[in-house]
Each structure stands twice: as C-alpha cells, then as structure tokens.
C-alpha cells in the first residue's frame, strides 16, 4: 500500500492551496482517509477525516476554511485549504488505517507567508 501527496507549495496569506494524496494497493472506496499535519516540535494534529461513505469532519482550527473530499476512481482523497493563515504552516500527511496498520503519506509542505 502506498499514499502519494502533492500539492503544497509557498502561498501569501488569504491564499489557497488543494493537496491530492493518491492511493496504490488497496480497495480505495472501502476506507477511511484522514489528513493531519505536524510543525516541527509539535505532535501531529487530526485535520480532516472523511469516511469511505463520504461523510466528512474537519478541525476546529480549519472549520470553513478547509474541505475534505474523495475521488474513488481515481483513488485520491484532497483537501482544499482556502482562507491560509500563516499558522496553516505545516506538513500535511495523508492516512489509511489498514486492520491495525498506520499507512502515512510522504508528506508535503505548505508554508504561508504574512
């Protein structure tokens, strides 16, 4: 099973970004995906869940700001952040649980500038 995020990059504040993260190896449609993001230092944070059923839930710190959604045939979950303030700056993982297995993607960066 792999996960492949894309999609961060440097943006000015009030700016917006969508990260993809695209699943290889497993029954996409049948899971769970999640979104988190970590800064250096600091745990990492739950942003944004949506279920194999397409329901979804977001952070507090995101909530009207951030959207989470899926694309089944192509594998891919995205979140698409509007509205970035600098404390947005982080790495954000994409994540499948598997039975009891953490599956995380690479990781891409997102830094927003003031």
């Given at each position: 099973v792999q996960l492949q995020a894309?999609?961060?990059g440097l943006v000015q504040a009030g700016g917006s970004l969508r990260l993809s993260c695209v699943a290889s190896g497993i029954i996409f449609s049948a899971y769970d995906m999640y979104?988190?993001?970590?800064v250096p230092g600091k745990q990492r944070e739950?942003?944004?869940?949506?279920?194999?059923?397409?329901?979804t839930?977001?952070?507090?710190?995101?909530?009207?700001?951030?959207?989470i959604s899926r694309d089944n045939a192509k594998k891919a979950v995205?979140?698409?952040m509007n509205s970035l303030k600098p404390e947005d700056t982080a790495v954000y993982y994409c994540k499948v649980t598997r039975g009891t297995m953490n599956i995380w993607g690479q990781g891409?960066?997102?830094?927003?500038?003031s």
């Amino acid at each position: 099973v792999q996960l492949q995020a894309s999609g961060g990059g440097l943006v000015q504040a009030g700016g917006s970004l969508r990260l993809s993260c695209v699943a290889s190896g497993i029954i996409f449609s049948a899971y769970d995906m999640y979104w988190f993001r970590q800064v250096p230092g600091k745990q990492r944070e739950l942003v944004a869940v949506i279920t194999s059923g397409s329901r979804t839930n977001v952070a507090d710190s995101v909530q009207g700001r951030f959207t989470i959604s899926r694309d089944n045939a192509k594998k891919a979950v995205y979140l698409r952040m509007n509205s970035l303030k600098p404390e947005d700056t982080a790495v954000y993982y994409c994540k499948v649980t598997r039975g009891t297995m953490n599956i995380w993607g690479q990781g891409t960066l997102v830094t927003v500038s003031s």
